[in-house]
């Protein structure tokens, strides 16, 4: 448990993250901003906060599929139902039970309002943040998922979690894109969760080549955390995942329509993304694979409804199969008119006359 106005320097923090710019085109955080800066702006009642944490660590190791190029790596959080749905209900119970024991009103939130969940849970002494940002519990480990009750009860706070990342930066070197510009510090724009998920426009070409076959999420940081073996004994809750979302094919993902999209991710978090963001990630993982097979599946992708997905079809295919590339240039460059498009197949061109002429390989 703990005050509402326990974190008092988490405004200046936001404002700060969000005046670097790393926040990338996450315009929600900036436009709450004033309410993510004090939980009393969100709901001026509120006495005391309630931090749950539980624990939903994998069964097994998570970034093993890192190298299985010709399948997708989706995070563990996301294979299996959304865990707001999940978790809420059981806030909504607790919320009913300390209402009906103490009195008061309640708000419960999961991920769901303009609460700083990481930082509130750190003074409620759940954990702290660790350098990847993410909280670290020494009884659960990295894996967790966060809730609040805010209540106007006025119930005594818990002692703050201390610090015990000590000198390990593991978290900080496996990060593939170098998202840390240092430690306790991210920056979005540069995160794989950020790109797969938030970003909703062509992912930068730089990082491609760095995300590998992560198509949705990225387990990296969390899973190196040494704290986690700790964990075995706090964890409470399976996700149990679904076996077609463990380590899906990329040709079948990259057949995916719209419908189809839907149906193979009703109830799970996947879904908010909608099918051309998630397919665009399919086709970078596509480009990285060096699976000439999959080229048939991303030239196919050249004439997608989505801009998006057509620029992303353009690069993968470019990294596969130069040739059929240039083949294909005449007839599906001649009718772009996306302007992201038509830059992407003079870079993808460009690359390809380059890297002709110098006699190298992709």
Known sequence: MARPDAVPQIGERLREFLAAGAHGDMAWLAANAERRGDPRALWPEVRSIVMLGVNYGPDRDPLAILGERGRGAISVYAQGDDYHEVIKPRLKHLGRWLIEAGGGDIKVFVDTAAVMEKPLA?????????????????????????????????????????????????????????????????????????????????????????????????????????????????????????????????????????????????????????????????????????????????????????????????????RLDRSRLSHCAAERRAGESDSDVIEEWAAALSHSASRAVSGRNP
């Open 122 to 318: 750190a003074a409620a002494g759940l954990g702290w943040q660790g350098k990847h940002t993410n909280l670290v519990s020494l009884e659960r480990g990295s894996w967790l998922f966060l809730g609040a009750i805010f209540t106007t009860l006025d119930l005594p706070p818990d002692a703050p979690a201390h610090d015990h990342c000590g000198t390990c930066r593991a978290c900080l070197d496996v990060c593939p894109t170098a998202a840390f510009p240092a430690p306790y510090r991210l920056d979005a724009r540069r995160c794989i969760s950020y790109l797969t998920i938030e970003h909703k426009g062509p992912i930068p070409r730089a990082l491609r080549p760095l995300m590998g076959n992560r198509i949705y999420g990225c387990d990296d940081c969390l899973a190196v955390c040494p704290w986690n073996k700790f964990a075995q004994a706090g964890r409470e809750m399976k996700l149990h995942a679904r076996a077609a979302l463990r380590a899906p094919s990329l040709a079948v993902l990259a057949r995916l329509d719209d419908a189809a999209f839907r149906a193979l991710f009703a109830k799970s978090p996947v879904k908010r993304t909608g099918r051309a963001r998630f397919v665009r990630n399919v086709l970078v993982a596509i480009g990285n694979s060096g699976d000439a097979s999959l080229a048939g599946d991303a030239e196919r992708l050249l004439g997608d409804a989505s801009p998006l997905v057509r620029g992303a079809a353009v690069w993968a295919l470019g």
